[in-house]
Structure formats: C-alpha cells, structure tokens
C-alpha cells in the first residue's frame, strides 16, 4: 500500500525541471544483491566459458535453475529491417543470439527442466521463431543448446485462455496491477537477456526497460480493444509515451489520470511497476558488441556500433543495471536533467521507491571485473557526427 502524504507530492513540479516523488512512509531499505561483469571481446569460443564464471560467481545457475521452468525475455527491439550501418541486428540493437544459445545451454548443463524464450515481436502475433527468420537466425540452433526450448509471442494471449494477473507492490507508479501473457506467470524463474544500449527516452535500456516489452498491445496497444482485450496485437504502445489514451477496460486505468502526458514521466514508471509486479530473478546485460545514441537505428541523432567488450549479471534488476550504467559511464545516482536522464526521471530511482532493489553503489558488491576497468564511456560518442 502507498501511504502519501499529499496530492501534491503526486504531481509534477514543473514540466522540464524534473517532477516531485510520491513518499512512500516506514518502507524498508531496498535490497541489494551482488552483481559480477566479466570481460569477454567476442561471441566466439570465449563466450560460454566467461559466462559460466559470471554465473558462478553469482553463486551458480544449478540453485536457480535446476528442475525448474526458466522464462528468458529477449530484446529483439524494433523491425528486422532495421540496420544500424549494415551492421548485423545482433551487433547493435538486439541480444547477440550466440549469447542467447549459451545460455540456454549453461541453463539445460544445470538441471533447468524447461526453457521459454519470450519476445512481443514488434507489435505483431508472428511467431517468434518467424521474427528470428526474418533477422536471420535459425531458431533450430536454441531448440538444439539444451532440452526442452519453447517460443512464445507475449504480444497477445497466446497458448492461455486468459491473461495472468499482476498487481504491483505499494499501489505502483502508474498502474496498480498489470495483465501480462501466461508465460510470465508459468515460471519459476524469470530472465531478462538485455543489450547495454542508451534509450532516447528513458536514458538507459538495460534489464528492467527490456520488460517494458512484456506488456501485450492487445490490451496496452495503440489499436487495443476498448472494453476488452483485442484478439491480435495492432499498432504499438504509444499509450505508455503519451496518455492520449486508456488501456482496455478489462484492466485498471491509471492511478492518476491528471499526471504528464510525457514520455519521460510515464514510460520510466511503467518500467519500474512491471519490474516490481513481475520480479526478475536473473538480469544478464550484454555489451560485447552494442550501440550508442539510442535503442534502435530509428532514433533521429548520431549512432555509433561499438566494443565494449563486457558482460553483465545479478539476481538483482536494479542493482545490475545500476552497475550497468556506471559501465556506461554514467552515475547511477543521477535523476532528471543530468545525464544520461537529461529528459527522463530514473527508472532506476523510481524501481528503488517501489523497493525492487537499491542503485547505491556503495551498497552494490562488484564480483569479477573493477566497474573501473570495465568502463566504457558512452557519452562522448553523443557528440560524433
């Protein structure tokens, strides 16, 4: 439950200066858990090996995985028609699919009984093994690293007669509950495989914005159903950016419906509620090979395909991805009007209120590879033509 003091500590301070916090009274010191990185400078033979010691440094995939139902959300953001460059998707927007396969096979090594991966597939009900044909991949190669490898589109229903329900913790920024695919309750261990990639809305796109693709447009679309949720997927989730409209009636509409209508206020909370409803046990970042200026080569400024060399994990979303930025470059602590926040509140700042997990550094234990040798600096490529 959210105890609040005021209606105004609810609403923005003034557009553009950054905007006032809810209070959230007597909560607890969010968690912290240890996060390690790892150098690794390619996909190639190294790769599985330097995962496995990021993972045992974790303390090993066997006490998470073993017997279980693993659900893995992919970021394979935007359209296969999408280059950055003529590069490959898997050098710059999307997670590398050797990354992928090694997973599933260090996760199927350590006793995992099934494995989903889960995608929402650019808006559409296409399978995900299609998408994946489409940027040229052989999904065979994922059913063939470890036992029992399932797809599923998340962008619709699915396999499931109805949506699995979840409410967020202390009421939840914008939404107090969400309605998600099945898969995302049919699991015992939840995973998100991201990209270390800046946002061009939210700042940063690590393992919690990676969930900000788990919601179905079928009832968070563009051409949702009104009343009900729609039967396929139509349009994106421009709702989540500008609040011109309501998701369908089946779930809860906003908290507060006089809140910004803003891209920068709404889609960093929404991020943060989905992290907090659907807990993620695992968050693996990979920055081997990324981008910088943005999520996707659509974004209108100069991008760049860059080696970092680098991967990322923790059981923790927050902390990872508070480790992960300060990779970047960036400070972790830092909120609206300093980069990489420059016109967004933090996601990760905002996860911390509903107590998902603290960005303190100071409460953060590093395992393997120094932040300080592991940094590379992405904002001095925002300013390359």
């Known amino acids: 439950m959210i105890d609040c003091c005021t209606r105004r500590q609810w609403m923005a301070a003034a557009a553009g200066a950054g905007f006032s916090r809810p209070v959230f009274a007597q909560s607890p010191p969010a968690p912290a858990a240890p996060v390690a990185i790892a150098r690794c400078r390619s996909y190639g033979a190294e790769l599985a090996p330097a995962l496995d010691r990021l993972f045992d440094r974790l303390g090993g995939l066997g006490r998470l995985v073993k017997g279980k139902t693993v659900a893995i959300k992919l970021n394979l953001t935007g359209s296969p028609t999408y280059r950055l460059h003529h590069a490959p998707l898997e050098d710059a927007q999307w997670t590398h699919h050797a990354l992928i396969g090694a997973t599933c096979h260090l996760m199927g ?64 920024h914008m939404f107090r509950s969400y309605d998600l695919n099945h898969s995302y309750e049919d699991c015992d261990v939840f995973v998100s495989l991201a990209k270390l990639k800046e946002h061009n809305t939210t700042g940063v796109t690590l393992s919690m914005k990676n969930c900000f693709g788990i919601t179905p447009c079928t009832i968070y679309g563009e051409g949702a159903g009104v009343d009900e949720p729609s039967l396929l997927p139509r349009g994106g989730r421009g709702m989540f950016h500008s609040g011109h409209r309501q998701p369908s009636r089946s ?13 920068g206020y709404r889609v960093p ?20 090979r990324t981008m910088t200026g943005g999520e996707g080569p659509w974004i209108n400024r100069p991008l760049h395909r860059v080696d970092p060399g680098v991967l990322i994990a923790g059981t923790n979303p927050v902390s990872t991805d508070a480790v992960a930025t300060a990779v970047m470059g960036y400070d972790p602590m830092a909120d609206r009007g300093t980069p990489p926040f420059e016109t967004s509140d933090s996601t990760l700042r905002l996860a911390e209120d509903l107590g998902a997990g603290t960005r303190d550094l100071k409460r953060i234990e590093v395992l393997g590879t120094p932040i300080r040798e592991a940094r590379f600096e992405f904002y001095p490529y925002r300013k390359k033509a």
Do not use: C
């Open 109 to 172: 090594r350590a006793g995992a009984h099934r494995i989903r991966l889960l995608e929402s597939a650019w808006s559409t009900a296409d399978p995900v093994e299609e998408y994946m044909l489409q940027g040229g991949w052989n999904p065979r190669d994922f059913l063939s690293a470890a036992p029992r490898v399932e797809f599923e589109n998340t962008n619709y229903l699915g396999r499931a007669r109805e949506y699995s329900h979840f409410p967020v913790p202390r009421g939840g």
């Open 251 to 263: 779930v809860p509409s906003e908290n507060d419906p006089k809140s910004p209508r803003e891209g």
């Open 269 to 288: 909370r929404v991020v943060a509620d989905l992290v907090a409803a659907r807990p993620i046990h695992l968050a693996v970042i990979d920055g081997i």
